[in-house]
Structure formats: C-alpha cells, structure tokens
C-alpha cells in the first residue's frame, strides 16, 4: 500500500500583498500527476487546507477541482483531511457528506459525540481493508482541557498534556478494535507542534498557545501507530528522531526565511505493517530570493540575477552603515525592464534612526500582534518583572479572539 503523506497547503497565502494562486494551481497539478503516477492508494492533508477561516472563491475552486481530480483518477482510493489551526471547522464539514461520495473522509474538528468518525478504515477496489488511519484534528484548548479559576501556567500544561494523551489514547484504542486481528498500519494523523520541534523565522507558523504549553511529547501519541503523519510545522523533520513520526512540511515557501529549503512531501509504502518512507522533492514553483547587504553588494546580486533571467520575488534589506535614503528608487531601477518583482525592502539603517523615536518606516505586515505588544510595554515603561505575565496573557487573549472567530457560524 502507498500513502503519500502532505500538509500545509495554506490555500489563499499571500506574500506582501502578492496572491500566489498560480503556485498553489501548480503544485496541485504536479501532485495529482505524482499520485498518478506512482499509484497512490491514500493521500493524507494533516491539517491547514486553507491559510485562514474564511478562504476566497478562488482557493475554494483550487480545493474542490483538485479533490474531483482525485477521486476521478483510476489509483488513489480515499483522501483523508483533518482540520488545522488555520482552518474552520465547520467550513471544512460542510460539505463532508458529498465529498464522503467521493472517497475524501474530512474531520474538521473533533465530535465528543461521534469519537469514531476519526477512525477510517482504508480498502482497496475489491473492497479488502488495507489501513486504519486515526485522523486526529488539530485539538484546541476547549476540546482537551476544562479551564479553572486561579490555575498556574504549571496547571495548564499538566492538563493540555494529559488531554492530548488521553485523545489519542482513546482514538488507538479504537484503531486496535477496528484492525482485530488483521495484520494491517496502523496510520496516525495530526495537527500539534511536537516537542523539540524547528521553526523558521517568517514561515508563518501560528503559535497554537501560550508559550510552550501546546508543545506535545512524542510518548502521547500511542506505541501501535506505524506511522504518523504530522501537520502544522513548515520545516520537513522528523519528531524524536524517528523515520516514522514526521512532519513533511508545507509544499510552497510560506516566506522569504524558506527560501532556500527543499520542499517534500512523504511516500510511504507499506509491506504488511512495515513503512518504507521515501522523501519526495516538491519543484520550486516561484523562486523567492532573500538579499542583504551595503548597495554595492545588493546592486551586485540584482546584476547577477538579471543575467541568469530570473523571475524571482524579493527581499531587499539594507544593512551598511552610510544612511542610504533612495535605495527604493536603486533598486527599482536596476530591476527595470526584468521578469524580478520586489515583495519587501527593509531599510535597516533608516529603521534603526526612526526607531529612535517612532517607528514609522515599518508596516503592520513587518510585525506581529505579539511584538506589537512588547513595543507598547517598552513604550510605557511597564517593569521588566511584569512582562512575561503580561505577554502571557495577552498571548491568551489573542488564542480566545481567534478560537472565537474559527467557530462563529
């Protein structure tokens, strides 16, 4: 049996205003070409379908046509979707029972109530079970956790850890009972940042909680999975050094920090309850390319791009010492006439001398909410000794604001 294990597609993403629709359209095509190809039986989506909860007509049409594809191709025989932190619960549900038509199981959210709709059981043409997956969505703090008044940071983490433990303890028994005594994978799924786990700066990684209390320890997940299937971290990696606990990271660049990494998504082939996991490259389907440097060396590697004919987006930053007022107006010029497109110049040295008093060569798309935050404690001098309980709050605040917005009908 072949699985071929993907997440974090992010349908919708935009860089600096850019829309990447032409990316996404391309890598789906290239990945039902693959699946084609290589006769895929299963195709996992751990989780962040969509870049946010309310996703455009056009990331909807991406979404559906590739599904239709799919479930049209003469190989794979079922898509199983699980629910991200980016994704609507009940947006991904809506449509379940017509897409359940065409083979493509979707678990949005959990269901207290109907604890086996996270059990699916794989089958081949002739209808013979060939997998159990456990497709675990990505569990919010509600879902696994009773809050109390006056509990410590210690208290909630005790508690976000059992309850994580306690899901996926239920959910594998429930996989053991539905395998019997076949000898059939047991194939897990999920939507967590596991502990130990890499980040990249400006990969668009959303924390799932405050601090790291929503980290979770490879002993949660249960000893029967053969494999699992991760989703949430962009950096392909592997989770307590084990081939067999994996996030294959999203398939695009989410960033200019990703520029430069090779995108995957993860093979697997099974003999028996054996998994074989094979690392394959995702192309490049928009070149993004990070330059830093004085004017001189940024001039250079603007020259040197434009003999190669590239087409990449960029990130220009500034970071000599002479006080460089015109560097847009240089930088566009050297461009002119070319197939590269600037997404971003940070002016560090103009920065650092208006940092000086207000900072107003930065946009709201250079910050996030939570270094906002740390300027206005900066601003108004709160205590040092104050700062991470406030942090820590307003943290909380902002996962209650957006936990909110996910589940308004």
């Known amino acids: 049996m ?40 299963l195709l996992l989506i751990a989780g962040d379908v969509f870049d946010t909860t309310a996703p455009g007509n056009r990331a909807q049409e991406l979404y559906y046509s590739f599904l239709c594809r799919i479930a049209h191709s003469a190989t794979c025989r079922q898509v199983v979707v699980i629910g991200g932190n980016h994704d609507s619960p009940s947006f991904l549900n809506a449509p379940k029972a017509l897409l359940g038509a065409l083979r493509v199981h979707v678990v949005g959210a959990i269901d207290p109530q ?19 997956v456990c497709a675990v969505p990505y ?51 999920g939507h967590c940042f596991a502990a130990g786990g890499t980040t990249l700066a400006d990969d668009g990684v959303r924390d799932l909680n405050v601090g790291s209390l929503d980290h979770v320890e490879a002993s949660a997940f249960p000893a029967s999975f053969d494999y699992l299937a991760l989703g949430h971290l962009h950096v392909p990696q592997r989770v307590a050094q084990s081939d067999t606990l994996r996030y294959c990271g999203s398939p695009i660049p989410m960033g200019f920090g990703e520029a430069k990494q090779q995108k995957l998504v993860l093979q697997v082939t099974f003999e028996g309850r054996t998994p074989h996991v094979e690392e394959i490259p995702v192309p490049c389907f928009q070149p993004l390319r990070r330059i830093a440097g004085t004017v001189d060396k940024i001039l250079a590697e603007l020259q040197q791009l434009t003999l190669e004919g590239s087409n990449a987006w960029l990130e220009i930053e500034y970071v000599g010492d002479d006080l460089v007022t015109d560097l847009r107006d240089q930088v566009e010029a050297a461009i ?74």
């Open 336 to 409: 002119d006439g070319t197939a590269l497109e600037i997404r971003r110049i940070k002016n560090r040295r103009i920065m650092d001398r208006v940092l000086q008093r207000i900072d107003t060569a930065e946009t709201l798309d250079d910050l996030e909410p939570t270094d906002v935050f740390a300027r206005c404690l900066e601003e108004h001098e709160i205590p040092a000794a104050q700062r991470p309980e406030l942090a820590a709050a307003y943290a909380e605040i902002l996962q209650a604001l957006d936990e909110a917005d996910t589940y308004a009908e």
């Open 114 to 132: 109907n604890p086996e709709d996270e059990i699916v059981v794989c089958r081949n043409a002739e209808g013979v079970p060939q997998a159990v």
């Open 139 to 189: 569990l919010r703090d509600r879902d696994i956790r009773q809050a109390e008044a006056g509990e410590s940071m210690d208290d909630k983490r005790a508690k976000l850890a059992e309850g994580y433990r306690a899901h996926y303890r239920e959910i594998g028994d429930r996989a053991e009972a539905a395998r019997g005594d076949r000898d059939l994978p047991i194939v897990g799924m």
């Open 2 to 41: 072949k699985i071929l294990h993907t997440s974090d597609w992010h349908l919708g993403r935009s860089l600096y205003g850019r829309r990447r629709y032409d990316e996404f359209e391309a890598f789906l095509d290239w990945l039902a070409e693959h699946i084609e190809r290589e006769q895929i039986d």
